[in-house]
C-alpha cells in the first residue's frame, strides 16, 4: 500500500490525563434520543437493508462486530437470533447446536452465561479471542448507538417478557420491523419484505438487485449489504478490524489434553471409539435415547483428544475412519452422526492420508441403515438424514489444499440439483467456496462465474472481491462483473501504538484514578474514520521488556500502515530488569523498532518521551536532564527529527 504523508501536531502531555467519556456508558440526552428516533423513522419509510445475522461476509454471524460492519457497509440494521442461557442471560447465537461455531456439544440452554463465554470459537477470524457470542443487551445498545433496524428472530425458549423489558429500558420499541407472530406486543410495527437475495446469492447482481428494488414493501434482507447500498446511493465504509468491546473472550479449552503421547490414555480413547457395537441401533423411549445419547457423546469426546493429542499413528486413523462409516444413528438429527462428523475433523485436523475419500464418503453416503432413523415427519430422502455428517464437510476441506479436495468439489459442482438432493441437502456453494480457498486461481474463479446456479457465481464474485488487490482475482472481475468492483471499499488506513503508560487505553480505570488516561486512548478522535488507531501499548514496559515479553510481535502480526513508538518513561535507572542505558541499549532498542518495522512495509514514527517535559502551568518546563560531558544536566530539548535515524519525531 502506497504511504502518504501525514502532518501531526500533538501536544502530547496535555492528552496524558485527558477526560474522556466512553459513547456507551453515557446517558443519552432528550436531544439524542429524539434524534435517533428520527433516524429510525426515516430508515423505516424508506428501502431498508437488513443483514441476515450481520454482515457475515466480514466477521462471524451474531456478533457485535458482525452487526457493526453491517451499518459501516450502507445497511439500515440487522437480523438478531435470540436464544436464552441455562439461567436466562439473553444472546445472540442462531443454532442449536453450539458445536457449529464453537469447541461445545449442547444447546445455548444447556449453559450458564458464565460457561458460555469460555468456549472457544472453532475458527474465530480475524478479532481472534475478542470474538465471542454477545449478550442481546449488547446487541440493543449497538442498534441504539446506530439508530439501527432489528428483525427479531427469537429462538426457543421464547423469553418475549425479558426481551420486553429490555426494549422498554432502552427505549427500542420503534427499531423493530420484524418480530415472531407469537410476539403481540402492539408496540411492535413490522414493516413489509421487499426481498431476500442472500438467499440465492444475487445481492451482488446489479440486475437482481434492480428488479429487487421495483418490488412492493421495504425490507430487504442480505448478508453483504454492499451491492444493494450502491443502487441507493449510500456511502459505504471500510468495516472496522477493531473489536466492538476491548474484553478478551474468556476461553478455556474445552477438554484440555497434553500433546505428548500417553500410551494408556490413547488405549482408553481407542477403545471408547471400538465400543460402538449399538451404532446402527435406533433407540426409543426418552430414558433410552438420553442413554444413546450420551454414550454418542463420549465417542465425540474421544475423537476430539486424539486430535489435540497429535496421535498420528495408522491404529488411530483406522479407528476414527471406522467411526466415520459406522456413525451412530439417532431420532434427534442433534446426535445423529454426530461422533461421525467429530471424527472426520479430527482425521482432518491430524493430516490423515486418507481424510478427503472419507470426506467423499461422506458426501455421498446414502445408507439404508438411516431409515430406521428417519423422520416420518418430512418428506425428504432418506440421504438427509446424515445430514449431521454432511453439512461441515465442505468447510473441514477448507483446510485440505491439494488435486483431490479440488477434485471433490469440482465432482459435486457437475451435480444436477436432483443428484445433489438424492445424496442430502444441496451445498453447491459451500463447495464452490472450499475450491477457491484451496485453489484461489483466475481458472476456478472462471469455472464458478459459468455455473448455472446464482448462489455459485455469487460466490465466485464474493471470493474475489475479497481478493481484489491480487491480480488475478480483479482481473477476474474486470473480464466477467465490472459492476462487482464498485462495491470495492479500501481497508481503513492502521496506525499502530507502542508504548507505557503514558500511551496506553484504560477502559475500565482503578477507582481512585477514573480519569486515567493515556493519549492513545483518544488519538483516533483526531483522525477521520478513515484512520484506524490499535493502541498496542502496555502500562509499565519499557523499550527492553515490551520486546521481551512478545508485546511487538503482536503489532508486526497486525501489519498496520504506520507504527507511533514512545518508550523512555521506564528505561531510566531504578527499573530493575526493564531499565536500558540511554547512550546503549535503548537507543539499539529503539533502531531495532524502526528496522523491524521498515522490513515489514511499516512506517515508523518516533514519538519524544513524556519525561524530558513537564507542566508547571501555564508552560512546558524541563523534568529530566541529559547529561553533559562536564557530568552536569542540560535541560533536554526537543527535535523534529530523530537525527541518526532521520525518522519523524513527534514532540
Same mark, same amino acid.
Given at each position: 500500500?502506497?504511504?502518504?504523508?501525514?502532518?501531526?501536531?500533538?501536544?502530547?502531555?496535555?492528552?496524558?490525563?485527558?477526560?474522556?467519556?466512553?459513547?456507551q456508558?453515557?446517558?443519552?440526552?432528550?436531544e439524542?434520543a429524539?434524534?435517533?428516533?428520527?433516524?429510525?423513522? @426515516?430508515r423505516?419509510?424508506?428501502?431498508?437493508?437488513?443483514?441476515?445475522?450481520?454482515?457475515?461476509?466480514?466477521?462471524?454471524?451474531?456478533?457485535?462486530?458482525?452487526?457493526?460492519?453491517?451499518?459501516?457497509?450502507?445497511?439500515?440494521?440487522?437480523e438478531?437470533?435470540?436464544?436464552?442461557?441455562?439461567?436466562?442471560? =439473553?444472546?445472540?447465537?442462531?443454532?442449536?447446536?453450539?458445536?457449529?461455531?464453537? +469447541?461445545?456439544?449442547?444447546?445455548?440452554s444447556?449453559?450458564?452465561?458464565?460457561e458460555?463465554?469460555?468456549?472457544?470459537?472453532?475458527?474465530?477470524?480475524?478479532?481472534?479471542k475478542?470474538?465471542r457470542?454477545?449478550?442481546?443487551?449488547?446487541?440493543?445498545?449497538?442498534?441504539? !448507538?446506530?439508530?439501527?433496524?432489528m428483525?427479531l428472530?427469537?429462538?426457543? $425458549?421464547h423469553?418475549?417478557?425479558?426481551?420486553?423489558?429490555?426494549?422498554?429500558?432502552?427505549?427500542?420499541?420503534d427499531?423493530?420491523?420484524?418480530?415472531?407472530?407469537?410476539?403481540?406486543?402492539?408496540?411492535?410495527k413490522?414493516?413489509?419484505?421487499? !426481498?431476500?437475495?442472500?438467499?440465492?446469492?444475487?445481492?451482488?447482481?446489479?440486475?437482481?438487485?434492480?428488479?429487487?428494488?421495483?418490488?412492493p414493501?421495504?425490507?430487504?434482507?442480505?448478508?453483504?449489504?454492499?451491492?444493494?447500498?450502491?443502487?441507493?446511493?449510500?456511502?459505504?465504509?471500510?468495516?472496522?478490524?477493531?473489536p466492538?468491546?476491548?474484553?478478551?473472550?474468556l476461553?478455556?479449552?474445552?477438554?484440555?489434553?497434553?500433546? #505428548?503421547?500417553d500410551?494408556?490414555r490413547? +488405549?482408553?480413547?481407542?477403545?471408547?471409539?471400538h465400543d460402538?457395537?449399538d451404532?446402527?441401533v435406533?433407540? #426409543?423411549?426418552? @430414558?433410552?435415547?438420553?442413554?444413546? !445419547?450420551?454414550?454418542?457423546?463420549?465417542r465425540?469426546?474421544?475423537?476430539?483428544?486424539?486430535?489435540?493429542?497429535?496421535?498420528?499413528t495408522?491404529e488411530?486413523?483406522?479407528?476414527?475412519?471406522?467411526?466415520?462409516?459406522?456413525?451412530?444413528?439417532?431420532?434427534?438429527?442433534?446426535?445423529?452422526?454426530?461422533?461421525?462428523?467429530?471424527?472426520?475433523?479430527?482425521?482432518?485436523?491430524?493430516?490423515? $492420508?486418507?481424510?478427503?475419500?472419507?470426506?467423499?464418503?461422506?458426501?455421498?453416503?446414502?445408507?439404508?441403515?438411516?431409515?430406521?432413523a428417519r423422520?416420518?415427519?418430512f418428506?425428504?430422502?432418506?440421504?438427509?438424514?446424515?445430514?449431521?455428517?454432511?453439512?461441515?464437510?465442505?468447510? =473441514?476441506?477448507?483446510?485440505?489444499?491439494?488435486?483431490?479436495?479440488?477434485?471433490?468439489?469440482?465432482?459435486?459442482?457437475?451435480l444436477?440439483d436432483? +443428484?445433489?438432493?438424492n445424496?442430502?441437502?444441496?451445498?453447491?456453494?459451500?463447495?464452490?467456496?472450499?475450491?477457491?480457498?484451496?485453489?484461489p486461481?483466475?481458472?476456478?474463479?472462471?469455472?464458478?462465474?459459468?455455473?448455472?446456479?446464482?448462489?455459485?457465481?455469487?460466490?465466485?464474485?464474493?471470493?474475489?472481491?475479497?481478493?481484489?488487490?491480487?491480480?488475478?482475482?480483479?482481473?477476474?472481475?474486470?473480464?466477467?462483473?465490472?459492476?462487482?468492483? +464498485?462495491?470495492?471499499?479500501?481497508?481503513r488506513?492502521?496506525?499502530?501504538?507502542?508504548?507505557?503508560?503514558?500511551?496506553a487505553?484504560?477502559?475500565?480505570?482503578?477507582?481512585?484514578?477514573?480519569?486515567?488516561?493515556?493519549?492513545?486512548?483518544?488519538?483516533?478522535?483526531?483522525?477521520?474514520?478513515?484512520?484506524?488507531?490499535?493502541?498496542?501499548?502496555?502500562?509499565?514496559?519499557?523499550?527492553?521488556s515490551?520486546?521481551?515479553?512478545?508485546?511487538w510481535?503482536? #503489532?508486526?502480526?497486525?501489519?498496520?500502515?504506520?507504527?507511533?513508538?514512545?518508550?523512555?518513561?521506564?528505561?531510566?535507572?531504578?527499573?530493575?530488569?526493564?531499565?536500558?542505558?540511554?547512550?546503549?541499549?535503548?537507543?539499539?532498542?529503539?533502531r531495532?523498532?524502526?528496522?523491524?518495522?521498515?522490513?515489514?512495509g511499516?512506517?515508523p514514527?518516533?514519538?519524544?518521551?513524556?519525561?524530558?517535559?513537564?507542566?508547571?502551568?501555564?508552560?512546558?518546563v524541563?523534568?529530566?536532564?541529559?547529561?553533559?560531558?562536564?557530568g552536569?544536566?542540560?535541560?533536554?530539548?526537543?527535535?523534529?527529527?530523530?537525527?541518526?535515524?532521520?525518522?519523524? =519525531?513527534?514532540?
Amino acid at each position: 500500500m502506497a504511504h502518504y504523508p501525514i502532518v501531526i501536531l500533538l501536544l502530547i502531555s496535555a492528552l496524558t490525563t485527558a477526560e474522556v467519556g466512553l459513547a456507551q456508558n453515557r446517558k443519552e440526552t432528550a436531544e439524542e434520543a429524539a434524534a435517533r428516533h428520527r433516524r429510525v423513522a @426515516e430508515r423505516r419509510d424508506d428501502v431498508h437493508i437488513i443483514c441476515h445475522r450481520g454482515a457475515v461476509e466480514f466477521a462471524h454471524e451474531n456478533t457485535l462486530e458482525a452487526y457493526r460492519a453491517a451499518f459501516e457497509l450502507g445497511a439500515d440494521g440487522n437480523e438478531i437470533d435470540i436464544r436464552a442461557t441455562k439461567d436466562g442471560v =439473553l444472546v445472540c447465537f442462531h443454532d442449536d447446536m453450539l458445536d457449529h461455531l464453537l +469447541e461445545a456439544y449442547g444447546d445455548v440452554s444447556d449453559y450458564a452465561w458464565d460457561e458460555l463465554q469460555k468456549f472457544p470459537f472453532r475458527n474465530p477470524g480475524r478479532f481472534d479471542k475478542h470474538c465471542r457470542i454477545p449478550t442481546l443487551r449488547e446487541v440493543f445498545e449497538l442498534h441504539r !448507538a446506530h439508530a439501527g433496524l432489528m428483525f427479531l428472530d427469537v429462538k426457543r $425458549p421464547h423469553r418475549f417478557d425479558s426481551i420486553t423489558t429490555l426494549l422498554d429500558e432502552l427505549d427500542l420499541w420503534d427499531h423493530v420491523v420484524q418480530a415472531p407472530a407469537d410476539f403481540t406486543d402492539p408496540r411492535i410495527k413490522n414493516t413489509r419484505g421487499k !426481498a431476500s437475495l442472500y438467499l440465492d446469492r444475487t445481492e451482488i447482481d446489479a440486475q437482481a438487485i434492480a428488479a429487487a428494488l421495483k418490488k412492493p414493501g421495504e425490507r430487504i434482507i442480505v448478508e453483504d449489504p454492499r451491492g444493494v447500498a450502491f443502487a441507493l446511493g449510500r456511502t459505504i465504509a471500510p468495516p472496522s478490524d477493531k473489536p466492538v468491546r476491548n474484553e478478551v473472550a474468556l476461553w478455556v479449552s474445552n477438554s484440555v489434553a497434553p500433546r #505428548t503421547p500417553d500410551e494408556k490414555r490413547i +488405549e482408553e480413547l481407542l477403545q471408547v471409539l471400538h465400543d460402538a457395537g449399538d451404532w446402527n441401533v435406533v433407540a #426409543t423411549g426418552t @430414558e433410552a435415547e438420553a442413554e444413546s !445419547a450420551q454414550r454418542i457423546l463420549q465417542r465425540v469426546i474421544a475423537a476430539d483428544e486424539l486430535a489435540r493429542r497429535s496421535v498420528r499413528t495408522t491404529e488411530v486413523f483406522a479407528a476414527l475412519e471406522q467411526r466415520v462409516r459406522d456413525r451412530s444413528l439417532h431420532r434427534s438429527w442433534r446426535h445423529c452422526g454426530l461422533d461421525g462428523i467429530a471424527s472426520l475433523r479430527a482425521l482432518i485436523a491430524l493430516k490423515a $492420508p486418507r481424510s478427503v475419500q472419507v470426506a467423499r464418503f461422506c458426501l455421498w453416503r446414502d445408507d439404508p441403515a438411516a431409515e430406521a432413523a428417519r423422520n416420518p415427519k418430512f418428506n425428504n430422502p432418506r440421504s438427509w438424514t446424515d445430514w449431521r455428517t454432511k453439512v461441515s464437510v465442505f468447510s =473441514l476441506l477448507e483446510t485440505v489444499s491439494g488435486p483431490e479436495t479440488k477434485q471433490l468439489c469440482h465432482d459435486y459442482l457437475a451435480l444436477s440439483d436432483e +443428484e445433489a438432493r438424492n445424496i442430502g441437502v444441496p451445498q453447491f456453494e459451500a463447495a464452490a467456496r472450499t475450491l477457491l480457498t484451496v485453489g484461489p486461481t483466475a481458472e476456478s474463479a472462471r469455472v464458478l462465474l459459468d455455473h448455472r446456479l446464482s448462489s455459485v457465481r455469487g460466490r465466485a464474485v464474493l471470493f474475489c472481491l475479497a481478493h481484489v488487490e491480487e491480480a488475478w482475482a480483479r482481473d477476474v472481475l474486470q473480464a466477467e462483473a465490472p459492476h462487482s468492483l +464498485e462495491y470495492v471499499v479500501a481497508r481503513r488506513v492502521r496506525v499502530a501504538l507502542v508504548g507505557d503508560s503514558t500511551v496506553a487505553s484504560y477502559p475500565n480505570p482503578p477507582d481512585d484514578r477514573p480519569d486515567l488516561t493515556g493519549w492513545g486512548q483518544v488519538l483516533g478522535e483526531f483522525f477521520t474514520p478513515q484512520v484506524e488507531v490499535f493502541n498496542h501499548a502496555r502500562s509499565g514496559r519499557s523499550s527492553k521488556s515490551f520486546i521481551r515479553e512478545g508485546h511487538w510481535l503482536k #503489532t508486526l502480526t497486525l501489519k498496520p500502515d504506520y507504527v507511533f513508538i514512545q518508550f523512555g518513561h521506564n528505561d531510566g535507572p531504578g527499573k530493575g530488569d526493564r531499565s536500558t542505558d540511554p547512550h546503549g541499549d535503548f537507543r539499539d532498542y529503539l533502531r531495532q523498532y524502526i528496522m523491524d518495522a521498515r522490513k515489514n512495509g511499516i512506517q515508523p514514527i518516533l514519538d519524544d518521551t513524556p519525561p524530558l517535559s513537564g507542566w508547571k502551568d501555564p508552560l512546558i518546563v524541563g523534568t529530566v536532564g541529559r547529561r553533559n560531558a562536564r557530568g552536569g544536566t542540560t535541560t533536554a530539548r526537543p527535535g523534529r527529527r530523530s537525527a541518526r535515524s532521520q525518522r519523524p =519525531l513527534v514532540e
